[in-house]
């Protein structure tokens, strides 16, 4: 089983930054995608990041374009998540999820449903 492990939320003021980072162990597949999700008091996961192995390609809900990055180490097993420019509407619990890619697509990359494992959760609030 995959396991994942966030860390790195925090308290922020809006417009600060944080760089929350998930260790990924026990792959299953030989391609996967490592999906970064948040979900707020009273509303549904939401999709925010991924990241493709292989190529290392990577998508982003359009509410954090041009605000967060996802990256990885492969040699420290690690994905992360960037965040700048941050909001007090990006206040949720972030959550890594991993699935396998060969029943994802561009489509369907957002999709909770589509990812089989999850870390715990970390969270994030931003303050006005």
């Known amino acids: 089983q995959v396991q994942l492990v966030e860390s790195g939320g925090g308290l922020v003021q809006a417009g600060g930054s944080l760089r929350l980072s998930c260790a990924v162990s026990?792959?299953?597949?030989?391609?996967?995608?490592i999906g970064w999700f948040r979900q707020a008091p009273g509303k549904e996961r939401e999709g925010v990041s991924f990241?493709?192995?292989?190529?290392?390609?990577?998508y982003y809900a359009d509410s954090v374009k041009g605000r967060f990055t996802i990256s990885r180490d492969n040699a420290r097993g690690t994905v992360y998540l960037q965040m700048n420019s941050l909001k007090p509407e990006d206040t949720a619990v972030y959550y890594c999820a991993a699935a396998n890619q060969n029943y994802v697509t561009i489509a369907t990359i957002a999709q909770p449903l589509k990812y089989d494992d999850w870390g715990q959760g970390t969270q994030v609030t931003v303050s006005s």
């Open positions: 026990g792959f299953k597949w030989n391609v996967y995608v």
């Open positions: 990241i493709a192995s292989g190529d290392g390609s990577t």
